[in-house]
C-alpha cells in the first residue's frame, strides 16, 4: 500500500517557506534602500556638484562606496 505525504501538511515544510520567505522580504528591502541610496548619488552629484565625500556623510555610505557608484554611472 503506497504512503501519500502531503508536504504542505508538514510543520518542518511550512516553518522552511515562512524562514524563506522572511528572508526574501529582507533581501528585498536591502536591494530596495541600496537602489534608493544610488539613486541620491547620483542625483546629489548630477544637481548639486556634490563631492563624494559630502554624499557619503549625506547617505551614511562610505566614501569608497560612493566613489564606485559614481564611477560605475561616469560621473567620477
Known amino acids: 500500500m ?30 530596495g534602500a541600496s537602489a534608493a541610496k544610488r539613486e541620491v548619488i547620483i542625483n546629489l ?3 548639486f556638484k556634490a563631492t563624494p565625500e559630502l554624499i557619503a556623510f549625506n547617505v551614511n555610505y562610505t566614501v569608497e562606496n ?3 557608484v ?6 567620477y
Do not use: C, Q, S, W
Not at 501519500?4 to 536591494?31: Q, S, V, W
Not at 559614481?70 to 560621473?75: A, D, R, T, V, W
Open 70 to 75: 559614481l564611477k560605475e554611472e561616469g560621473l
Open 2 to 31: 503506497p504512503i501519500t505525504i502531503k508536504l504542505e501538511d508538514d510543520p518542518f515544510y511550512k516553518e522552511g517557506i515562512e524562514k524563506g520567505i522572511e528572508k526574501g522580504k529582507a533581501e528585498g528591502k536591502a536591494e
Open 45 to 47: 552629484r548630477k544637481n
Open 66 to 68: 560612493v566613489i564606485a
